[in-house]
C-alpha cells in the first residue's frame, strides 16, 4: 500500500468512529431525556404539572446556561442542583439542542381579568416606575431571541410568577447585569401574578 492510500484509510476510520461515538452519547443523552428528564418535564419538554417549569421550544443556548448554572450552584434549586450535578457537559449540550427542537403548548389563560392587566404590563411597562414593556425583550409573542432573551411563550404562571418572585428577592441571581432583578424588584407581587397570567396565553 502507498503511504497515501494508508493516510486516507486512516482518516476514514477515524471519521467513522467519530459517528460511532457519537451516535451512542445520543443513545445515552436520549435515555436520560426520557427517563430523567421526563419524568418531571415531558419526555418532549411538554410538562403536564405546573410545578414544572415547560423547557420544550426554549432556544438551547438558554437551557445549557441554566443547567450549567444550577450544576455550578449559580441558580440555586434543591432538584436541579441535584440532578444537573450528574450530567457531563457532553450530556448538557446534548439534552439542550433535545429538549430546543419539541414544540411548546401553551398553557392558556385561566383568569381573563387578571390577564388583562398583565398585558398592559408586558406590551407598555410602567413608565413612572421605570418598568419597561417585557416584550421589548422577550418579543410581543414571547417567543425571546436566541442567544439573549429566553422564550417565555405559553408557560405555566405559577413557574413564571416564582421566577420573578426569585429574582426580586434576589433567591435568583444568574441573569447577567442583574437586569432580571432590577425589573422585578420594581414590581408588585400582584403586577408579577397578572403579568405571569398574562404570559401563559401566549404562543
Ligand atoms: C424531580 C423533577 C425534575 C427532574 C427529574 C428534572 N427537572 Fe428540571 N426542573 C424541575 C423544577 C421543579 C424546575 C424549576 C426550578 C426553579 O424553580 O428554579 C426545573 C427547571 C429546569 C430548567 C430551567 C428552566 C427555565 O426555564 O429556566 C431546565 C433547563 C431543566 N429543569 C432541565 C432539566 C433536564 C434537562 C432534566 C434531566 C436531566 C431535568 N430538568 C430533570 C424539576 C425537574
Ligand atoms: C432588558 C431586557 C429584558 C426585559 C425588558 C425583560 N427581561 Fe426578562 N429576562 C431577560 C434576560 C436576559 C433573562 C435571562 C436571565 C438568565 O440568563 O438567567 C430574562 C429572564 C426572564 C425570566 C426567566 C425565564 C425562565 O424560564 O427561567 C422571566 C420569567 C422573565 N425574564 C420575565 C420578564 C418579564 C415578566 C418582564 C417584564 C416585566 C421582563 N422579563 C423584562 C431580559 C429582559
Known sequence: MSKVTVV???????????FCKAENLSEN???LAKTVC???????????LSMNPIIAQQHSDYIYKQLMNFQSGKRQNAIMMGIAS??????????????SAFKAKTVGVQNISLA?????????????????????????????IPGQFPRLAGQYSQY?????????SGA????????MRTIASRMT???IGAVAEYISGLN
Not at 482518516?11 to 467519530?18: D, H, T
Open 8 to 18: 486516507i484509510i486512516t482518516l476514514m476510520l477515524a471519521i467513522v468512529g467519530s
Open 29 to 31: 443523552t436520549e435515555s
Open 38 to 48: 421526563g419524568a418531571c418535564h415531558g419526555s418532549d419538554g411538554n410538562s403536564a
Open 86 to 99: 450528574g450530567l457531563s457537559e457532553k450530556n448538557i449540550s446534548e439534552l439542550s439542542i433535545y429538549f
Open 116 to 144: 388583562e392587566v398583565g398585558e398592559k404590563i408586558y406590551r407598555v411597562g410602567i413608565r413612572d416606575r421605570k418598568i419597561p414593556a417585557c416584550g421589548s425583550c422577550h418579543l410581543p409573542n414571547g417567543a425571546g
Open 160 to 168: 413564571t410568577a416564582n421566577q420573578l418572585n426569585y429574582f426580586k
Open 172 to 179: 435568583r441571581k444568574n441573569d447577567k447585569g442583574a437586569v
Open 189 to 191: 407581587e400582584k403586577e
